[in-house]
């Protein structure tokens, strides 16, 4: 009996011993006996690896936004960059909504009104980057930007288009009677004989330094001003025939070019 309590007595502290073993290698902080792992340290930020009946292992640690992804050739997944040249690293159709936080403060499937995004393709049709450009839009010009005719960063608007120096101000399709058949800023002709007809401006020039010229739908009828000054608001035109004798044409046209 003494040989049999002796006995149980030494083999309950053998087992006591390597329960107190086991406790006493545990990896600091993890509560992972060290027998077990295989290990007495871990890699700071790795990910803990399966290896089957072997010991567990650790990854380095990865960089600012790198996944944790297997390797072209295969074996243990590690930190590192997706290469979107592979078929098995992408699937599906990107959606366009996932564009439209490109860029600071862009909205919408393709940024906005003042922000628009740049996508980078290379030579394999990849793309390699993604960011965005903020738009400026540009202005309508000014009056006085359409008549220094020199900026390159305004548009001409359709209303103010008319105050550019290559723009004619005026212009005017009348018959023999006076009668418009199509005009642009001419308030009215005033028929002042054979011959003879005034054209009033609906907008004035800023002076009577402008220059007009026209021409008349008859045979050797020919347009013309005999040095009359002109107005600023109006203009008188004479048209003539070979002799020089006062002639109404069929059609008379005139066109008007200067300051307003």
């Given at each position: 009996m003494k040989e049999f309590i002796s006995g149980l007595l030494g083999g309950l502290v053998a087992i006591g011993s390597v329960i107190a073993l086991i406790a006493a290698t545990t990896i600091s902080g993890s509560g992972i006996p060290a027998v077990i792992a295989g290990l007495t340290t871990l890699t700071s930020n790795g990910v803990l690896l399966g290896q089957g009946t072997s010991a567990i292992t650790a990854t380095t640690a990865g960089t600012a936004n790198?996944?944790?992804?297997?390797?072209?050739?295969?074996?243990?997944?590690?930190?590192?960059?997706i290469d979107l040249a592979q078929a098995a690293a992408v699937t599906g159709l990107l959606p366009n909504a996932n564009l439209a936080t490109v860029g600071p403060g862009a909205t919408g499937p393709l940024g906005s009104a003042t922000?628009?995004?740049?996508?980078?393709?290379?030579?394999?049709?990849r793309v390699t980057a993604l960011t965005s450009a903020t738009i400026t839009p540009s202005s309508a010009a000014t009056q006085a930007e359409?008549?220094?005719?020199?900026?390159?960063?305004?548009?001409?608007?359709?209303?103010?288009?008319?105050?550019?120096?290559?723009?004619?101000?005026?212009?005017?399709?009348?018959?023999?009677?006076g009668t418009v058949a199509a005009s642009m800023n001419l308030a009215s002709v005033t028929d002042g004989g054979v011959g003879v007809f005034t054209l009033n401006w609906t907008t004035a020039f800023s002076t009577a330094n402008y220059a007009i010229v026209g021409a008349a739908q008859a045979p050797s009828v020919f347009f013309g001003r005999d040095g009359t000054a002109l107005a600023a608001g109006s203009a008188t035109i004479r048209y003539r025939n070979d002799a020089g004798t006062l002639t109404d044409p069929t059609n008379g046209y005139a066109v008007a070019f200067g300051d307003q």
């Open positions: 790198q996944p944790l992804r297997v390797p072209g050739a295969g074996g243990a997944p590690a930190f590192g960059a922000v628009a995004p740049i996508i980078t393709i290379d030579d394999r049709g359409m008549e220094a005719a020199s900026s390159t960063t305004v548009y001409a608007s359709p209303g103010r288009a008319q105050y550019h120096p290559g723009v004619a101000k005026a212009w005017v399709i009348h018959d023999d009677a």
